[in-house]
């Protein structure tokens, strides 16, 4: 699944459209560089998020095409 669809799916951002605006520009980090929307997310990865003064870093758990609101948070595990 590509990074801005599951930015969306599990709601850390509201938006795939914002979610590909980050990833313009460089917003988003995953394993240690800067990757583009097009980038295929892997359980395991450890994803960092820019949102303005406030990162935050979280651990991809699973990836389901479709997750309502109680399930969205199960995707990942947030580390610092």
């Known amino acids: 699944m590509r990074i801005d669809k ?45 949102f303005g003064t406030r990162n935050l870093k979280f651990r991809v758990l699973s990836i389901n095409e479709h997750a309502n609101k109680e399930t969205a948070c199960e995707q990942y595990e947030i580390i610092e």
């Open 6 to 50: 599951f930015l969306k799916n599990a709601r850390i951002i509201k938006r795939r459209t914002v979610a590909n605006e980050a990833c313009d520009n460089d917003r988003i980090i995953v394993n240690g560089r800067v990757v583009k929307a097009s980038y295929n997310v892997k359980v395991g990865d450890v994803v960092e998020v820019a």
